[in-house]
Each structure stands twice: as structure tokens, then as C-alpha cells.
Nanobody, 111 residues
Framework: VHVVESGGGLVQPGGSLRLSCAAS????????MNWYRQAPGMERELVAS????????NYADSVKGRFTISRDNAKNTVYLQMNSLKPEDTAVYYC?????WGQGIQVTVSS
């Protein structure tokens, strides 16, 4: 099983980034997928979840209205569109599904 994130980087406050998570080694379309993040000195927190069909989502209060989780089951990929980014969104972002974690990708929001 492989779960690999991409798309992170440095962005200014108010900017946008789209994270991607490509999964392989399991039947992607059967499983809910999640994005977590962990800031320095903080516990890992759930940011967004999407069900297997892609028609039900949930978000942490801190990102509601700014982040959008989506998936493409034909491409075995889940996305996290992040808009109106704030410095407090700075963290390592992790993809999680079927019990497997990605390696994480850094998102830094700074001017």
C-alpha cells in the first residue's frame, strides 16, 4: 500500500494551495479518505474527511468555508483545496485511508 501526498509548499497569507494524495495497493473507491495536519508542538488533528462515494464530507471548524476535500476514484486520488490560507494553517499535512498514512507534506503560510 502506498499513500503519497504532493502539492505543498510556501504560500502567502490569503493564498491558495491544492494538495493531492495518490493511493495504491487497495481498492481506493471502497474507503473513506481523510486529511490530517500537525503543527509544531501540537497534536495531529483531523482537517477533512470524505466518504467512499465522494458525496459526503466533514470539516474541522477551523477550515470550514476555506478548504474543500474531493476525490477522483478513477485516479485513486483525493484532493484538499485550501483557500484563504492563514499562518495558523502552517503544518505538515497527512493523507490517511484504510489504516495507512502518507509521509506528510509541509504547508507553510507566511509573508
Amino acid at each position: 500500500v502506498h499513500v503519497v501526498e504532493s502539492g505543498g509548499g510556501l504560500v502567502q497569507p490569503g493564498g491558495s494551495l491544492r494538495l493531492s494524495c495518490a493511493a495504491s495497493g487497495f481498492t481506493f473507491s471502497r474507503y473513506a479518505m481523510n486529511w490530517y495536519r500537525q503543527a509544531p508542538g501540537m497534536e495531529r488533528e483531523l482537517v477533512a474527511s470524505i466518504n467512499s462515494a465522494g458525496d459526503s464530507t466533514n470539516y474541522a471548524d477551523s477550515v470550514k468555508g476555506r478548504f474543500t476535500i474531493s476525490r477522483d476514484n478513477a485516479k485513486n486520488t483525493v484532493y484538499l483545496q485550501m483557500n484563504s490560507l492563514k499562518p495558523e494553517d502552517t503544518a505538515v499535512y497527512y493523507c490517511f485511508g484504510r489504516g495507512y498514512w502518507g509521509q506528510g507534506i509541509q504547508v507553510t503560510v507566511s509573508s
